[in-house]
């Protein structure tokens, strides 16, 4: 393959003390890591590949250790190599929730991975004040993103004057409702790619992947990437009942103690579009800068919760309105 898997098969080598290894890719990603499957006499791993002058892989050993201390499923590090960026973890399956949802199977991982959701932020407050925090320079910098990648660069839409403004008064009145919210530990991408279908040797389901980036934050954030997930849709009546069940859960555990579920709702809603907005441009910018154009095709997907969502909230119809003249829709791919 390369030089970087050439070396890693020889630590790996070192590491286990034969030559019989049978190493074969597991996953991409959409940083500069990458994940492969390594086997031999019936035992499997997963091998991280992070070049150290492009990954800081410090904060996935810590918060894989504080996730694994609350009882979630999450890999554990067999062994390291932070000089060349190598880690050998245990295996939690090879089958990403997404490759497995549908009418029939939904119900079953969804009620898996809310359960998993409320342990962690319940479980996470003795955790979280160790984590960076989202405050509203990430969180105004993740908006950024749309108008630089997705409106700038990928449509190549020249803004007015008139036009930054209304976008810079909707990115303040979403920052200002995403700090709202209580600060809870926050995966941050909590969604069908980075959830594993696991069972028997693998663990409990699910397996938790991709949680390195990991910050305190608001309480709608994780919830509304699985539930408004960028990669598959679900109808609003379906997403209303997970909402509900999860309040449920989360009131007994006391992460939403005194909260309505109107209140969730509306701070669900209005993280979400941060969140669709920043994953609109984070899509695009992996197509330009990273040569990645398989995420094009889910642009349509971000964009169309953020014009279903965003009329119900007054202070955002100007923003529907804008992008409805600069017809966003029409060639997102």
Same mark, same amino acid.
């Given at each position: 393959?390369? =030089?970087?898997? $050439?070396? %890693?098969?020889?630590?790996?080598?070192? *590491?286990?003390?034969? $030559?019989? *290894?049978?190493?074969?890719?597991?996953?991409?990603?959409?940083?500069?890591?990458?994940?492969?499957?390594?086997?031999?006499?019936?035992?499997?791993? /997963?091998?991280?590949?992070?070049?150290?002058?492009?990954? $800081?892989?410090?904060?996935?050993?810590?918060?894989?250790?504080?996730?694994?201390?609350?009882? #979630?499923?999450? +890999?554990?590090?067999?062994?390291?190599?932070?000089?060349?960026?190598?880690? /050998? #973890?245990?295996?939690?399956?090879?089958? +990403?929730?997404?490759?497995?949802?549908?009418?029939?199977?939904?119900?079953?991982?969804?009620?898996?991975? *809310?359960?998993?959701?409320?342990?962690?932020?319940? @479980?996470?407050?003795?955790?979280?004040?160790?984590?960076?925090?989202?405050?509203?320079? #990430?969180?105004?910098?993740?908006?950024?993103?749309?108008?630089?990648?997705?409106?700038?660069?990928?449509?190549?839409?020249?803004?007015?004057?008139?036009?930054?403004? #209304?976008?810079? $008064?909707?990115?303040?009145? %979403?920052?200002?409702?995403?700090?709202?919210?209580?600060?809870?530990?926050?995966?941050?991408?909590?969604?069908?790619?980075?959830?594993?279908?696991?069972?028997?040797?693998?663990?409990?389901?699910?397996? /938790?992947?991709?949680?390195?980036?990991?910050?305190?934050? +608001? %309480?709608?954030?994780?919830?509304?990437?699985?539930?408004?997930?960028?990669? /598959? @849709?679900?109808?609003?009546?379906?997403?209303?009942?997970?909402?509900?069940?999860?309040?449920?859960?989360?009131?007994?555990?006391?992460?939403?103690?005194? !909260?309505?579920?109107?209140?969730?709702? =509306?701070?669900?809603?209005? *993280?979400? !579009?941060?969140?669709?907005?920043?994953?609109?441009?984070?899509?695009?910018?992996?197509?330009?800068?990273?040569?990645?154009?398989?995420?094009?095709?889910? !642009?349509?997907?971000?964009?169309?919760? !953020?014009?279903?969502?965003?009329?119900?909230? +007054?202070?955002?119809?100007?923003?529907?309105?804008?992008?409805?003249? %600069?017809?966003?829709?029409?060639?997102?791919?």
């Amino acid at each position: 393959m390369d =030089h970087r898997y $050439n070396q %890693l098969v020889a630590w790996l080598e070192t *590491i286990f003390k034969r $030559n019989d *290894i049978e190493v074969k890719p597991a996953s991409a990603d959409a940083s500069f890591r990458r994940y492969f499957r390594a086997q031999f006499a019936g035992q499997r791993y /997963i091998v991280m590949d992070a070049p150290p002058e492009k990954e $800081n892989t410090q904060p996935y050993i810590d918060i894989a250790a504080m996730l694994r201390r609350m009882g #979630l499923n999450v +890999p554990a590090v067999i062994a390291q190599n932070l000089e060349q960026g190598y880690f /050998i #973890l245990t295996d939690l399956g090879p089958t +990403p929730y997404l490759e497995v949802l549908n009418q029939h199977s939904v119900e079953a991982l969804y009620t898996d991975a *809310i359960a998993a959701l409320v342990r962690m932020q319940a @479980a996470g407050r003795d955790y979280q004040q160790r984590l960076p925090p989202y405050d509203r320079a #990430l969180l105004w910098k993740e908006m950024q993103l749309f108008r630089d990648w997705y409106l700038g660069q990928h449509r190549r839409l020249p803004l007015s004057a008139s036009q930054h403004t #209304l976008l810079d $008064n909707s990115w303040n009145y %979403l920052c200002d409702q995403a700090l709202a919210q209580p600060r809870v530990f926050v995966h941050r991408d909590y969604h069908s790619r980075n959830l594993m279908y696991s069972q028997g040797d693998y663990g409990r389901n699910p397996g /938790i992947l991709d949680f390195q980036d990991a910050v305190e934050g +608001p %309480l709608g954030y994780d919830l509304v990437s699985l539930l408004r997930d960028c990669y /598959i @849709a679900w109808p609003r009546a379906r997403v209303e009942t997970w909402l509900q069940q999860y309040h449920a859960q989360a009131s007994a555990a006391g992460v939403v103690a005194g !909260i309505s579920l109107d209140q969730l709702r =509306h701070w669900f809603d209005l *993280i979400g !579009i941060q969140r669709h907005l920043k994953a609109s441009g984070i899509f695009a910018r992996l197509h330009y800068r990273d040569g990645k154009p398989g995420y094009l095709k889910d !642009i349509p997907r971000t964009l169309g919760y !953020i014009m279903t969502v965003a009329p119900d909230y +007054p202070p955002l119809r100007p923003l529907v309105e804008l992008l409805n003249t %600069l017809q966003v829709m029409e060639q997102s791919v």
